[in-house]
């Protein structure tokens, strides 16, 4: 099974809305290690890794968010996996 890791900003109506909370739940019931903030200028940031494909399905999952977000576009940087990250979660 291969790895991946991404690293994300996602833009548009992003905070306020539990999209944290919910990448943390959808991340770590796909097994995936990382973790989710939000950002000064209103984004959110995030970066993700495992199987590549649980790591696609998190992307796919961003690209909507939860229930009243608007997310008008994400900037993905695809890295090379490190393995050093903790069990997904949020950041202050």
Not at 49 to 76: N, S, Y
Request: glycine share 10%; proline share 5%.
């Amino acid at each position: 099974m291969s790895h991946a890791r991404v690293h994300c900003i996602v833009h548009g109506r992003v905070q306020g809305v539990a999209f944290r909370a919910n990448t943390r739940h959808y991340a770590r019931g796909l097994g995936l290690t990382g973790w989710v903030r939000n950002c000064s200028d209103g984004t959110v940031e995030l970066v993700a890794e495992g199987a590549e494909d649980r790591v696609q399905q998190l992307v796919a999952w961003c690209h909507h968010g939860p229930p009243g977000a608007r997310v008008t576009h994400i900037d993905m940087c695809w890295e090379s996996p490190v393995g050093n990250l903790p069990p997904f979660d949020i950041r202050c």
